[in-house]
């Protein structure tokens, strides 16, 4: 970016920061001099700093210096703050520039997906889907996708017994779901063949955040006549990276 003023002790103080990762929790002051090329002196007094407004801490037997709690507080912040259909949609008219068919952003709410952003492009056929609308997790390619992330005891408790039938390829059986769930979750994406409504096809993408959950999907649906086994693998290819790209801009690091 052009004509940004930069602060050199900001820097220096994001720089620790960023020093430490998940193979290295505990730094010394030895240790975090050198990552940053720096005299022990200045890295002392930036780390002082950071300690006074609880972003480090520092075990008082070994003296090695950790994140501090503080930056728990606001990385919850951040998330409760994301606005993810603001951050999906440039994703989303990409996705539509490649496929001409409806895209759609959903997330998990209880046992239902609700559907929070959507694109039609010029060829795409209409489906009665809006921003808001909602329908059980267990029927859909964008609830496959998130509801093969949970553990199964949650699963039991959100898919019924007896699930109804809504077209005559809606798999009906809980355990039949099931075995589908778990494959779902080794391929990384899903594939309705027209489960959800007659005569459409639907291929989802699980959307990670940063702790690897899976709360929201991406997907394309279109018309069975289109969604030819040719046009499913290339918007496979599509989808999974255009969820893997909406992913990392909310900070999963998979």
Request: aromatic content about 8%.
């Amino acid at each position: 970016m052009r004509n940004l003023v930069r602060v050199q002790s900001i820097d220096r103080a994001v720089g620790i920061i960023e020093c430490f990762s998940e193979s290295r929790r505990e730094l010394k002051l030895g240790d975090i001099a050198d990552m940053m090329n720096l005299n022990k002196s200045t890295v002392h007094g930036l780390l002082n700093t950071l300690k006074y407004h609880g972003f480090i801490e520092q075990d008082e037997l070994t003296q090695k210096y950790r994140l501090g709690i503080r930056l728990i507080g606001l990385g919850d912040l951040v998330v409760n703050s994301l606005n993810i259909p603001g951050i999906a949609y440039p994703v989303i008219e990409s996705i539509c520039e490649k496929t001409e068919e409806t895209v759609h952003v959903a997330m998990l709410d209880g046992s239902d997906v609700v559907y929070i952003g959507k694109k039609e492009c010029n060829k795409s056929i209409k489906t009665t889907t809006k921003i808001g609308s909602r329908i059980p997790a267990y029927f859909t390619a964008d609830g496959k996708v998130i509801l093969s992330h949970l553990d199964e005891e949650r699963l039991y408790n959100i898919i019924p017994q007896n699930i109804d039938r809504l077209t005559p390829f809606t798999i009906t059986d809980r355990q039949k779901l099931m075995e589908v769930l778990r494959e779902v979750r080794d391929k990384g994406y899903s594939v309705d063949y027209e489960e959800t409504i007659h005569g459409l096809v639907c291929v989802a993408a699980p959307i990670f955040d940063y702790t690897g959950a899976v709360n929201y999907s991406i997907s394309t649906t279109g018309p069975a006549l289109r969604m030819t086994e040719d046009k499913i693998k290339e918007y496979i290819k599509i989808i999974t990276k255009a969820a893997f790209e909406i992913s990392q801009r909310i900070g999963y690091k998979g």
